[in-house]
């Protein structure tokens, strides 16, 4: 049977959504028995929320004040010590379980694989490589414990189910290292949506132009509740913060609707929209690559289009 | 002597079309441009500011893969790196197994930073730097967009999910690179000339003691599914329309 350890990430005491697609991505497998940890100085609040998606059959909190800021070095002797009898070793493909789980996978001497997308069984696994220009199946021999990342925008998030399962807390014996130290984390501040959970996403180019001018997708954004996203030519020349960046890169995003404002859509920029539902685009040339995965395309000046599109939009209220 | 070891694989260009093989054997490689890593070329660049700085004395640039992987070896040296070491494999390397390998590099060269890429865009596995940060039990700052180095440690600001994220390392460690963190230099032709003199030393990789039996095998591989080509308004009016009539405003 297999045997699930999932390794939650959260923030500010609250459980980040792609633990809840990592648990539909490990229910995929048969019988799978799933288990999350949670590492944290403080990790009560978190381990209530994961207790209650569907399908969990116990939460474990490791708590310590060395486990404050989820540092890669300190955290992943510790889930080590707790993985050795589990088959399956999951994280989010998020910056925190990239930069986690090649470490655990190290300790385990298990192979690693990144941003899986559809689990087929507990040995049989489909990953994107080459930008997402090329997708891989591939299977490892039964009995191969396994470490892998979940690509959020390939899997739903759990639902909270009927009942909660068991916390338990734990003190795996390890050596944590004192070589590595937080200073400090600059987020952006915004009341938007996040951009990996959002319903709709608007999107600017290099054709923004500057940092002020990207004031009208924002705009356009909060008419329509969506996040914002940029293109790495925008967010290069400081038009936009690098945590908005979407693509190969940059961040993944599975919303409903996407619209790309000026981004010729690169493909390392499809990449990160490929599981978008409904593609717009808005480029004043015609030939932009962008308009081979739109739904919609609209040829002309962004500068004239975004602000009509939010008036009408306001409009069909 | 104060040395810098650089990770330099060899990729297809980040400009090429990739078209997968109809029998689902793999991508078409034959007479497609190959590269270095783009992040390869920014960790390159970044250990040669750091040695123009006074801050380090060597730069050791290592690849993995046949004798083709050369040429982008070459350029290194070419962009300015001192000595070159090629690992002669044929066989395709897991991530975990070439973090071994270059585990055995490290315990050889003894640098006190490794700069690796994010990740490879062959492969977009981004696990080699931390596999070998924690092979070598020493810390890693990935995603790298700057780095500030004294001469004990390194203060590092890390492109995550939530922004920008500052660590302290000690040194030795293992960084590895964003896009953001610096424009690599372009080659010279007389830089190039002199390239062809710089060291570059072959090591089978059967004489590392490393087992490199691969146990991911790849079943098939295929290419994504095409999205429906779209249609395109005339005008905003039949756009809102558009978007009204599927329920998305
Ligand atoms: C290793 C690697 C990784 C990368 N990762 C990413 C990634 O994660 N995300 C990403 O986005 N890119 C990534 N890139 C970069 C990518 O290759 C492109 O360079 C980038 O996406 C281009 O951004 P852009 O579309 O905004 O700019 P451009 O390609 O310059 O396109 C601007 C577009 O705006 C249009 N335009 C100009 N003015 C107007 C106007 N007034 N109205 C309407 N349209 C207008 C133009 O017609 C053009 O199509 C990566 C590159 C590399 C090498
Ligand atoms: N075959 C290789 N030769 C040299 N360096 C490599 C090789 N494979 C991976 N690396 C280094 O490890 C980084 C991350 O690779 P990956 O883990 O495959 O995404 C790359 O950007 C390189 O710096």
Redesign the interface.
Known sequence: MSEILIIAEH?GGKLNPATAKCVTAASSIAGAKMTIAVFAADGAAVAAQAAKLAGVAKVITVDNAANQHA???VI?PQVAALAKSYTHVFGPS???G??????V???L???????VMVIESAT?FVR??????????????AG?QVVATIRSASFTATPEGSSTAPIESATPSAAL?S??????????KSDRPDL?TAA?VISGGRALGSADAFKIIYSLAEQ?GAGVGAS?AA??AGYA???MQVG??G?TVAP??YIACGISGA??HLTGI?DAR???AINKDPEAPI?????????GDLFT?VP??EK??AA?K | MKRILVGIKRV?D?NV??R?KPDGS??MLDGVKMSINPFDEIALEEALRIKERGQAEEIVVVTMGPTDCQQQLRTALAMGADRALHIVTTEAL???TG?KLLHKIVEREQPFLVILG??S???????????????W???????A?KVELTDSSA?VT?????????????LP?VITV???LNEPRYVKLPDIMKAKKKPLESLPVADLGVETKT??????????AA???????????E??E???Q?G??
């Open positions: 923030a540092l890669a070095a992943a998020t910056t925190f990239k930069d986690l789980m090649p470490r996978a190290a300790l001497d298990a192979p690693q694989l990144s941003d049989r994107p490589t080459y930008a997402s220009n090329a997708i891989t199946t591939v299977e490892v021999d191969t290292p070589h590595t130290r937080f200073v400090g984390l600059a987020a952006a990996q709709r329509l790495r967010v290069d913060p690098n945590d190969q890169t961040k409903d609707l493909i390392q490929k409904t593609i717009v308009f081979e995965v739109a739904d919609f395309g609209l040829v289009i009509e599109l009408q939009i069909t | 297809v980040y079309r990739i997968v793999g991508v897991e991530p975990l973090a994010k990740q865009i062959d492969g977009d596995n981004s696990q080699t730097g931390q596999m070998l940060a924690q092979l039990d020493r810390p890693q700052a990935t995603f967009s203060k890390r492109e995550v999910d939530a922004g920008l994220e500052t660590l302290e390392v000690d460690a964003d896009l953001r146990r991911i095998k790849v079943l098939k591989t295929e290419p994504p999205r429906q080509k779209g249609k395109m308004v005339k005008d905003v009016t756009l809102v558009a978007l009204r599927k998305l405003v």
